[in-house]
């Protein structure tokens, strides 16, 4: 049985933590890797996972190990890695504990940017110097991603070969966070009329099978976001609209000061529209919440993954980066997903993405949206079909460690 040992630091609150959670999920489930996962931000991992408790130190959830990745935690490991030290296991987070760090890993992955304690990978390295330490990137759909994904990074301080591993869109690259049974799960739930109405009253939300339209709204700030939704509510159709606690539903109330995102969930009726201000739910739910909404509009990595899953029609807000870099990367991922539309199909999402990236005037396009939302409901699956083809990212992973592992390297 393999052991990894995955760090995370929780930098815009929810994405990094939530890849960081669903591939820890992943590799202990469907791989029976034992996984130790250190997350710096319990309060934002709590929102996604009711079971984490955000004053222990150490905790055992859905069989994985959770550290909270603090300074006392890193004060140790540096002095355990101190040449004058004898060696020994890895240090307990506090004394007071009874759970004991999992044994030293054959893998470490630092995700999304982050930095491994450079105690903690001499230790690593003192103890298991066959270990892998594997630098987890961000999602892209770049072409250059191929070219990069799995070459080695030789490192000085550390005497541990670094990798890089790519997510992305294509068979040249890792792949993407893809559980087993998660499409289908998707697809049983969409042919599930009752299964639909029993989540939706989970949700607290009794009429959502009254609506013509159910949208999930996840997004940073959009500066114009009163007048499509003004358009919404004077022309329809009856739409439900479902907006998770953030930036986003803190400008709907300003907005409409009648909304108050501070106590739960809120609910106000716009004519047509019906908004609903929610707090974040368990990620097993949000996966079924995207399956049973019509459209979901999505931000960051995590969420734009589980979109392609539901196979409903979805709009990507990618994360905005300064000098509007990351419009290429938009620009990218476009050309791959629309490379078998038709051009004018093609062009209608092209624009929809552009207007809500660059915040413009959504209303603008979405009569014609909706007017097209059969012939962009069958892009989608044949999209969808095209991923799942391909296998998944933790599969890949598996696979590159134990390639890795077997074949004799050199250190120097």
Request: glycine share 4%; with cysteine; hydrophobic share 40%.
């Amino acid at each position: 049985m393999r052991t990894v040992a995955i760090f995370c630091s929780v930098v815009d609150n929810f994405g990094d933590i939530g890849i960081c959670w669903r591939l820890a999920r992943q590799l202990a489930h469907e791989h029976q890797w034992q996984v130790q996962l250190y997350v710096d931000d319990l309060v934002s991992f709590a929102k996604i996972c009711p079971q984490v408790k955000v004053d222990a130190p150490r905790q055992r959830i859905l069989d994985i190990q959770v550290s909270h990745w603090n300074a006392e935690l890193v004060a140790s490991w540096q002095a355990d890695s101190s040449p004058q030290q004898p060696q020994r296991d890895l240090p307990q987070q506090s004394q007071n504990t009874e759970l004991p760090e999992l044994a030293t890993p054959d893998l470490v992955i630092e995700a999304l940017a982050c930095t491994v304690p450079e105690g903690y990978l001499r230790q690593v390295a003192r103890q298991n110097p066959q270990a892998l330490w594997l630098n987890l990137e961000y999602l892209s759909a770049e072409d250059w991603v191929e070219g990069c994904h799995g070459l080695p990074s030789p490192q000085s301080v550390v005497p541990l070969t670094k990798y890089f591993f790519f997510p992305g869109f294509t068979s040249a690259t890792g792949g993407l966070l893809r559980e087993q049974s998660i499409v289908r799960q998707a697809q049983n739930l969409q042919q599930d009329s009752k299964g639909q109405r029993d989540f939706w009253q989970q949700l607290g939300i009794d009429d959502a099978h009254e609506y013509q339209l159910r949208i999930s709204l996840f997004a940073y700030g959009q500066a114009n976001i009163a007048s499509w939704l003004t358009n919404i509510a004077q022309q329809g159709p009856k739409t439900l609209m479902l907006v998770p606690s953030g930036v986003l539903a803190q400008q709907l109330c300003v907005i409409y000061p009648e909304l108050n995102s501070q106590t739960g969930q809120k609910r106000l009726e716009l004519g047509q529209l019906t908004l609903v201000l929610m707090p974040f739910i368990a990620q097993p739910d949000y996966d079924l919440l995207l399956a049973c909404c019509d459209i979901n509009f999505v931000r960051g990595e995590d969420s734009v993954i589980r979109a392609h899953w539901a196979g409903r029609p979805f709009i990507w807000q990618i994360y905005r980066q300064e000098q509007q870099a990351h419009r290429q990367k938009l620009n990218d991922f476009l050309a791959k997903q629309l490379a078998l539309a038709t051009p004018e199909l093609a062009a209608l999402m092209q624009k929809a993405h552009d207007l809500w990236d660059l915040e413009l005037d959504f209303s603008e396009i979405w009569p014609e949206y909706l007017k097209n939302i059969d012939k962009i409901q069958n892009h989608t699956i044949v999209w969808q079909q095209f991923l799942t083809q391909q296998q998944d990212l933790a599969s890949n992973l598996v696979r590159f460690v134990e390639k890795k592992l077997i074949m004799p390297r050199n250190f120097s």
